[in-house]
């Protein structure tokens, strides 16, 4: 799948990332098409809990009447571990009728580029039985989104998306690009882990002492990709977590193409 090619491109990125000099100059590009947005997406890893097919673990979606609701919702996990934790909780439950043992002993965590996810949902959304994704952001990465935002004066009880963190040179100012390794061209990097985030903005401070981090949820990211027609946007890169850059490095560099997640019929 050439997704998963690109995600070793993307961590030639990564590698660099945090070692680059900070530019603040925009490319005059086209605005995102419906394929570049699904290409971005790609460079993150997400992880599903699937049989041996690579059809997804999933729920009946209920209606308001407490029917069933003729779609289906399944788990998706920014955490290959967290996946694989669940599976053991279930493996570990007693009491279980024989048809979930069995069901059980056959799980496993299947790696799909976000993009897919995203595609699926563009695809489907509109038929009766579509299958919805419930995300499960790493719990450090969404406190850590509620601090930042607390911090500046937002009053937020719960973070609803997966946290997107970014450095900007102020808190009214555009966001830091940079030049990473030998790429001519400046990125924004848009970081799934705060850590990560945090080394960028040291770094940035040196010159730019006002520079702050600032935190975005996903659906919000993807909405400005669809909805904004702004040149900065083709320079954006999404940064997986550290968790999730040692996974893309363990790959195979010819991996079998995995299954498409679709709605059981």
């Given at each position: 799948m050439k997704s998963f090619v690109r995600w070793g491109t993307t961590l030639g990125l990564v590698g660099s990332t945090l070692l680059a000099t900070v530019f603040s100059g925009n490319a005059p590009v086209l605005?995102?098409?419906e394929q570049q947005i699904k290409e971005k997406l790609d460079s993150v890893p997400v992880f599903l809990i699937t049989n041996p097919q690579?059809?997804?673990?999933s729920r009946p979606l209920q209606a308001q009447n407490g029917q069933k609701g003729g779609g289906s919702v399944t788990g998706v996990y920014m955490s290959h571990q967290e996946a694989e934790s669940f599976i053991n909780q279930l493996r570990n439950l007693k009491d279980k009728d024989p048809k979930m043992t069995e069901l059980v002993k056959s799980l496993q965590v299947t790696a799909v580029p976000l993009g897919v996810i995203y595609q699926q949902l563009k695809q489907t959304k509109s038929q009766p039985n579509h299958l919805e994704f419930a995300f499960k952001p790493l719990d450090k990465?969404?406190?850590?989104?509620?601090?930042l935002l607390r911090a500046s004066g937002k009053q937020v009880q719960q973070f609803r998306s997966v946290?997107?963190?970014?450095?900007?040179?102020?808190?009214?100012?555009?966001y830091v690009s940079i030049?990473?390794?030998?790429?001519?061209?400046?990125?924004?990097?848009?970081?799934?882990?705060q850590q990560d985030a945090q080394g960028l903005l040291t770094q940035v401070k040196q010159k730019f002492p006002n520079?702050?981090?600032?935190?975005?949820?996903?659906?919000?990211?993807?909405?400005?990709?669809?909805?904004?027609n702004d040149p900065w946007l083709?320079?954006?890169?999404?940064?997986?977590?550290?968790e999730d850059r040692d996974y893309i490095r363990k790959l195979p560099k010819n991996p079998a193409t995995p299954a498409t997640p679709?709605?059981?019929?």
């Open positions: 605005a995102l098409s690579g059809l997804p673990l990465e969404m406190q850590a989104a509620l601090q946290p997107v963190f970014t450095v900007k040179f102020g808190a009214d100012k555009g030049k990473a390794g030998n790429q001519k061209q400046e990125i924004i990097p848009l970081f799934l882990s520079a702050v981090m600032d935190v975005v949820d996903m659906d919000g990211v993807i909405k400005v990709f669809q909805e904004k083709n320079q954006v890169v999404l940064v997986p977590t550290q679709a709605p059981k019929k």
